[in-house]
């Protein structure tokens, strides 16, 4: 297999020759972002072929395709040798993050090829989140667009420093120095709003190879580099290792044996040597490095980005998730934050949902607590909200299950950045940045009191336990509660009714029907369950709670063993039939919106300790059943 050019026969002749030669060169790595069709790909497969690093056999392939294709006439589509899926050459789109190499004389280069269209916005912030430099695309004939402006605002927010303006297809409006300068001012008054204080602003023509690799005699008027050669000249300062503190997020505790027992991660900060005093976080417990231990031997040092196995001189409890960190490191633990956050679900975010949260090699439970505002990322405008939709930015608070280990956002990004996966499809849907943590974290601890739960169920001679009943409007569920309320009475025990209207006109008088108040309707109550329990009592809960995730939330909450989820199974059409209220009705008129059943969802249990059809079994016979359930549990 030959390359394009003789020049770089070497790596066909002799491989080693060339690794050798390559070896100490410094490696950039950098992405293309913008808007749609702004020409990224094709831009990419320019650079490929302009740094002789396609073959013979790729060039030829490349011709027959382009001549398939024919979306560039007689001329090679650069873009066919990036976009590698069969929907990608078929939609002319980018989908997927595509990575490439290629290398010049002098410097390494891995560049992220990432889609424009919003629904991809995903995939744009995956290839950001390890970049050293951003190359903006923009369309000379279109300007400055709002996916422009979103995917600049994210390469700031993910820390990338180095900016370059990329105006394409300069061909398609005759190299005119006055569009291109419009442009450059455009994207300068955006770019000040945001933070961005220098950029690198060049004129090019992906498809013809103007300020390319080579000067475009098309642009006399252009005195700045080329693209190639300003990402070759350009100064990347190395990332920090000594000057900052070490820390090593604990991948898997490696025991081959039962007289070896190291902690194995990858070094997230500092350098690392034997000897040096050490603490675990979150449990700030203290030890000494014993040995730094890889597959070809130990070490007597190891720095940013290596892989290690770590022994300590002591018996220490450390596990995965945990931190292993200098004595002076700034590591903080804490359970609520300040974070920013970018969305990347087609369903909404809706406030007190719970998901789960990778931060490091951590994984916890999170919801989001509020959400502060969201950004508009043209204007920079600050906009009240009560959800996130697909790609939006906001600024939230969020609390996780226990305290973690962390560092802003702007110091680590391993130790600042996490993401958000959905509990039961486990899709990534958000990724976020920890500004800082919130004061009453840290300030606000659980108060233990002498007097314990046992102590209260015990006088009253009962296991706490809450029995959720959930179901349509108009199923049964207080008819139920009410019926199993008075045998339990009748038994001496102690409970308590927590019924969806009744607390809606208290506790909860301040929410809707949304989605969003329809979740904190049901955490809140959760919580009031818990503390019920607490207090030794069996709890009865009848609320409609349409959404699974939030009965799971609320199971998590108490507890297993004292949660029994009730499914009233009742058809809609005998709910409606019941209806006294006269609710469907409305509902189906328009008059009544967010009705569970009719315009508004009702996820039915997947696998409830009780259903109860109510079109067969009378209340007091259901309430029968769950007293069984109760007391057989």
Same mark, same amino acid.
């Given at each position: 297999?030959? =390359?394009?050019?003789?020049?770089?026969?070497?790596?066909?002749?002799?491989?080693?020759?060339?690794?050798?030669?390559?070896?100490?060169?410094?490696?950039?790595?950098?992405?293309?972002?913008?808007?749609?069709?702004?020409?990224?790909?094709?831009?990419?497969?320019?650079?490929?072929?302009?740094?002789?690093?396609?073959?013979?056999?790729?060039?030829?392939?490349?011709?027959?395709?382009?001549?398939?294709?024919?979306?560039?006439?007689?001329?090679?589509?650069?873009?066919?040798?990036?976009?590698?899926?069969?929907?990608?050459?078929?939609?002319?789109?980018?989908?997927?993050?595509?990575?490439?190499?290629?290398?010049?004389?002098?410097?390494?280069?891995?560049?992220?090829?990432?889609?424009?269209?919003?629904?991809?916005?995903?995939?744009?912030?995956?290839?950001?989140?390890?970049?050293?430099?951003?190359?903006?695309?923009?369309?000379?004939?279109?300007?400055?667009?709002?996916?422009?402006?979103?995917?600049?605002?994210?390469?700031?927010?993910?820390?990338?420093?180095?900016?370059?303006?990329?105006?394409?297809?300069?061909?398609?409006?005759?190299?005119?120095?006055?569009?291109?300068?419009?442009?450059?001012?455009?994207?300068?008054?955006?770019?000040?709003?945001?933070?961005?204080?220098?950029?690198?602003?060049?004129?090019?023509?992906?498809?013809?190879?103007?300020?390319?690799?080579?000067?475009?005699?098309?642009?006399?008027?252009?005195?700045?580099?080329?693209?190639?050669?300003?990402?070759?000249?350009?100064?990347?300062?190395?990332?920090?290792?000594?000057?900052?503190?070490?820390?090593?997020?604990?991948q898997w505790v490696n025991r081959p044996n039962q007289d070896f027992r190291g902690f194995s991660g990858r070094i997230a900060?500092?350098?690392?040597?034997?000897?040096?005093?050490?603490?675990?976080?979150?449990?700030?417990?203290?030890?000494?490095?014993?040995?730094?231990?890889?597959?070809?031997?130990?070490?007597?040092?190891?720095? =940013?980005?290596?892989?290690?196995?770590?022994?300590?001189?002591?018996?220490?409890?450390?596990?995965?998730?945990?931190?292993?960190?200098?004595?002076?490191?700034?590591?903080? +633990?804490?359970?609520?934050?300040?974070?920013?956050?970018?969305?990347?679900?087609?369903?909404?975010?809706?406030?007190?949902?719970?998901?789960?949260?990778?931060?490091?090699?951590?994984?916890?439970?999170?919801?989001? +607590?509020?959400?502060?505002?969201?950004?508009?990322?043209?204007?920079?405008?600050?906009?009240?909200?009560?959800?996130?939709?697909?790609?939006?930015?906001?600024?939230?608070?969020?609390?996780?299950?226990?305290?973690?280990?962390?560092?802003?956002?702007?110091?680590?990004?391993?130790?600042?950045?996490?993401?958000?996966?959905?509990?039961?499809?486990?899709?990534?849907?958000?990724?976020?940045?920890?500004?800082?943590?919130?004061?009453?974290?840290?300030?606000?601890?659980?108060?233990?009191?002498?007097?314990?739960?046992?102590?209260?169920?015990?006088?009253?001679?009962?296991?706490?336990?809450?029995?959720w009943m959930t179901g349509l409007s108009g199923s049964g569920k207080s008819t139920i509660a009410n019926a199993l309320e008075?045998?339990?009475?009748?038994?001496?025990?102690?409970?308590?009714?927590?019924?969806?209207?009744?607390?809606?006109?208290?506790?909860?008088?301040? =929410?809707?029907?949304?989605?969003?108040?329809?979740?904190?309707?049901?955490?809140?109550?959760?919580?009031?369950?818990?503390?019920?329990?607490?207090?030794?009592?069996?709890?009865?809960?009848?609320?409609?709670?349409?959404?699974? +995730?939030?009965?799971?939330?609320?199971?998590?909450?108490?507890?297993?063993?004292?949660?029994?989820?009730?499914?009233?199974?009742?058809?809609?059409?005998?709910?409606?039939?019941?209806?006294?209220?006269?609710?469907?009705?409305?509902?189906?008129?328009?008059?009544?919106?967010?009705?569970?059943?009719?315009?508004?969802?009702?996820?039915?249990?997947?696998?409830?300790?009780?259903?109860?059809?109510?079109?067969?079994?009378?209340?007091?016979?259901?309430?029968?059943?769950?007293? +069984?359930?109760?007391?057989?549990?």
């Amino acid at each position: 297999m030959k =390359l394009k050019s003789n020049k770089t026969n070497i790596i066909a002749n002799d491989i080693d020759a060339y690794l050798k030669t390559h070896q100490n060169k410094s490696l950039l790595r950098f992405i293309t972002c913008g808007s749609v069709d702004d020409g990224k790909s094709t831009l990419i497969g320019r650079l490929l072929y302009d740094s002789k690093m396609i073959f013979e056999d790729q060039l030829a392939q490349l011709k027959i395709d382009s001549k398939k294709s024919g979306t560039q006439g007689k001329k090679i589509d650069f873009a066919l040798l990036v976009d590698g899926l069969e929907a990608e050459r078929q939609q002319g789109i980018t989908i997927d993050v595509a990575y490439r190499f290629f290398s010049t004389e002098k410097r390494k280069f891995i560049v992220a090829d990432t889609p424009g269209h919003e629904q991809y916005t995903r995939n744009m912030v995956t290839g950001a989140s390890d970049s050293q430099l951003a190359v903006i695309l923009i369309d000379a004939q279109k300007g400055v667009l709002t996916q422009t402006r979103r995917h600049s605002y994210l390469c700031h927010l993910l820390g990338i420093n180095h900016i370059v303006l990329a105006v394409n297809k300069m061909d398609l409006v005759s190299y005119d120095q006055t569009i291109f300068d419009s442009i450059i001012s455009n994207y300068k008054t955006f770019a000040d709003t945001i933070g961005i204080k220098n950029f690198e602003s060049i004129p090019i023509s992906g498809l013809n190879g103007d300020n390319i690799a080579t000067r475009s005699t098309n642009t006399k008027w252009y005195k700045g580099p080329t693209l190639l050669n300003h990402l070759e000249d350009l100064n990347i300062k190395p990332e920090k290792s000594e000057s900052t503190s070490f820390f090593m997020p604990v991948q898997w505790v490696n025991r081959p044996n039962q007289d070896f027992r190291g902690f194995s991660g990858r070094i997230a900060s500092g350098i690392v040597k034997p000897d040096q005093k050490i603490k675990i976080f979150p449990s700030n417990k203290t030890s000494h490095i014993d040995r730094i231990v890889t597959l070809k031997g130990d070490l007597d040092h190891a720095i =940013l980005n290596q892989s290690v196995t770590l022994t300590l001189k002591d018996e220490i409890d450390c596990s995965r998730g945990q931190i292993i960190a200098s004595e002076d490191s700034l590591i903080q +633990s804490a359970d609520q934050f300040e974070t920013l956050l970018i969305w990347m679900d087609e369903s909404s975010l809706i406030p007190s949902r719970s998901y789960y949260l990778k931060i490091g090699t951590e994984t916890v439970l999170a919801f989001i +607590s509020k959400i502060k505002y969201k950004i508009n990322v043209n204007t920079m405008e600050k906009i009240a909200a009560k959800k996130l939709d697909l790609n939006e930015i906001g600024i939230v608070n969020l609390t996780t299950d226990r305290p973690i280990p962390f560092v802003p956002f702007k110091e680590n990004k391993t130790l600042g950045g996490f993401i958000l996966i959905n509990r039961m499809t486990n899709a990534t849907v958000a990724g976020g940045m920890i500004n800082f943590s919130l004061n009453r974290a840290s300030n606000i601890q659980w108060q233990k009191m002498d007097v314990t739960r046992e102590n209260r169920a015990k006088l009253k001679n009962q296991k706490p336990v809450v029995v959720w009943m959930t179901g349509l409007s108009g199923s049964g569920k207080s008819t139920i509660a009410n019926a199993l309320e008075k045998k339990l009475l009748q038994m001496n025990h102690h409970t308590f009714i927590l019924d969806g209207d009744n607390i809606r006109l208290g506790l909860n008088k301040d =929410l809707g029907f949304t989605d969003a108040d329809r979740v904190e309707n049901i955490r809140r109550v959760g919580q009031v369950a818990k503390l019920m329990t607490d207090a030794g009592l069996i709890v009865i809960v009848a609320f409609i709670s349409p959404f699974q +995730s939030d009965r799971d939330l609320v199971r998590q909450m108490i507890g297993k063993k004292e949660f029994i989820e009730v499914f009233i199974d009742t058809p809609l059409s005998v709910a409606e039939d019941r209806d006294v209220k006269g609710l469907y009705a409305k509902a189906r008129s328009g008059k009544l919106k967010n009705f569970t059943g009719i315009d508004s969802p009702y996820e039915a249990p997947e696998d409830p300790e009780i259903r109860i059809d109510t079109t067969t079994l009378p209340a007091d016979e259901a309430a029968d059943k769950i007293i +069984s359930m109760i007391f057989d549990n």
